[in-house]
């Protein structure tokens, strides 16, 4: 397994530097994906080399489609998943190929059975890093330590549409504080695959959206959750979650909401914690589109010690009340985090905000959009 600093590990480092990129304005680096989708109708070297060796690299596979799913080696010791992966009655082989370390290289392919010989449907030079299951991973790469454990296979197979045909996650990237994969989805027109997101971590099903993650690369300065949904064959984003702590401890932490509707109309809050002299009381300042919207405070009632938990509780009520989503869509980001219950809540459970109202007194200065937005419940 070799690690692979990639323009991808710069998402981290840009969005730092460039505000509006943590904001979650990240089009120019998605659209940077297809950077990594090699043409095949250009008959470059990448394409050549792969076209002409498919035969002997994928000897190994069987290529009857009714067979189940298979794993097998390439001539090159690559790892190839072949079989009707993608339900359509013939036989594809996902492969990883051997095409060097150089801009034209690719890094894994895809080919479909048909006519009695192989047919190359894709190919991408996209980073493939895994490590082999089994194999100690004692986070050290060449001399570097890397705390995070490669995933164990290069391709998953995973159903995120629903629609009965699986998606493919290929393990993508290590670096010190992450590992990523990339998201594609299978086209029965072209009989090929899409490229449709890069995430850290791996793409999670969150209900009946898609939840994708990346941070700051450095120790969660900010976080950012992105709940998309399926609109035919793309994901569009529903709404993002994005949580900072400036690096300098001394700017206040922060969450910044987006929101996009079925019709297409777009919303941004920005939620900052502002200074408070008294110690029960959370006081917020919240802008809607960099425009003042409304001022929060939120005075926990004598008896509620829950310290440890209270800004994840204000957290999921804001988040329930500017996204729309719901607080079990909270608890898909929060690692760790359990649902409530019994009303005895732990460092680990996050109150539900519909009993926001009961423990707590939340006063709401600002528009009549803006109090019935933030609506507190009784």
Request: charged fraction near 25%.
């Amino acid at each position: 397994m070799k690690t692979c600093f990639s323009k991808w590990c710069l998402v981290a480092v840009a969005a730092v530097i460039f505000p509006h990129l943590a904001a979650g304005d990240e089009a120019a680096l998605v659209n940077g994906l297809q950077e990594d989708v090699i043409p095949l109708d250009q008959n470059g070297p990448a394409v050549t080399k792969v076209r002409d060796s498919l035969a002997a690299e994928l000897a190994g596979v069987k290529t009857e489609a009714a067979g189940k799913v298979t794993k097998a080696f390439t001539k090159a010791g690559g790892q190839v998943v072949g079989g009707d992966l993608f339900k359509t009655g013939t036989c594809f082989a996902l492969f990883e190929t051997s095409g060097g370390e150089n801009e034209a290289r690719s890094t894994m392919g895809l080919a479909e059975w048909a006519e009695g010989k192989w047919l190359l449907r894709g190919l991408w030079k996209l980073p493939v890093v895994w490590l082999e299951a089994g194999k100690k991973w004692d986070g050290k790469e060449d001399n570097i330590y890397y705390p995070v454990e490669p995933f164990h296979e290069p391709f998953e197979l995973l159903d995120l549409s629903g629609d009965g045909v699986p998606e493919v996650i290929v393990a993508g990237e290590v670096d010190k504080y992450f590992n990523s994969s990339s998201l594609l989805k299978y086209d029965a027109k072209t009989r090929g695959l899409d490229l449709l997101e890069w995430t850290m971590g791996k793409p999670k099903l969150a209900g009946k959206r898609v939840l994708l993650y990346q941070n700051s690369g450095r120790r969660s300065i900010w976080e950012e959750w992105r709940f998309c949904e399926w609109k035919g064959d793309k994901l569009v984003e529903r709404a993002s979650w994005h949580s900072g702590t400036p690096y300098n401890n001394t700017d206040p932490s922060f969450w910044i909401i987006s929101t996009t509707g079925s019709d297409g109309t777009e919303e941004n809050f920005r939620v900052t914690l502002a200074d408070s002299s008294q110690k029960n009381v959370t006081p917020y300042t919240v802008l809607k589109d960099d425009k003042p919207f409304a001022e929060v405070s939120i005075k926990w009632k004598a008896g509620q010690d829950l310290d440890t938990n209270r800004d994840l509780a204000e957290g999921a009520w804001f988040f329930e009340k500017l996204t729309g989503l719901t607080y079990e869509d909270f608890l898909e980001i929060r690692s760790g985090t359990k649902i409530e219950g019994n009303g005895k809540e732990t460092p680990n459970e996050v109150i539900k905000p519909a009993r926001m109202g009961g423990i707590t007194t939340i006063r709401v200065k600002g528009s009549e959009e803006a109090r019935n937005r933030l609506a507190v419940e009784n």
